[in-house]
């Protein structure tokens, strides 16, 4: 079991920048390959970002390319989601989510943190 609680969100300007972390409880982080998804108001969640396990490899959506960079903490059991030059288009609740070798979706879910972003 995993248990993840994302932290960082809030009100930025446009151009603004925000850090959201994603602490992971139990000794097995290392074993899951991470993610971050958003859903904003009205829409289905959507994929943003995610990272291999070892932290070589990461994939990023065509919005987000660019602005964000995902990275992890091996050590920390954290998993980070560093958003420049964001757009209002970027508001939405960021969730993080945990992916073990042997399944093809993801396993664990946080709960979210609100980003706002305003014009």
């Known amino acids: 079991q995993v248990q993840l609680v994302e932290s960082g969100g809030g009100l930025v300007q446009a151009g603004g920048s925000l850090r959201l972390s994603c602490a992971a409880s139990g000794r097995t982080f290392a074993r899951y390959a991470m993610g971050w998804f958003r859903q904003a108001p009205g829409k289905e969640r959507e994929f943003v970002a995610a990272?291999?396990?070892?932290?070589?490899?990461?994939s990023y959506a065509d919005s987000v390319q660019g602005r964000f960079t995902i990275s992890r903490d091996n050590a920390k059991n954290t998993v980070y989601l560093q958003m420049n030059s964001l757009k209002p288009e970027d508001t939405a609740v960021y969730s993080c989510a945990a992916k073990s070798v042997r399944n093809a979706g993801y396993d664990y879910w946080g709960q979210g943190t609100q980003v706002t972003v305003s014009s």
């Open positions: 990272i291999s396990r070892s932290g070589g490899s990461t």
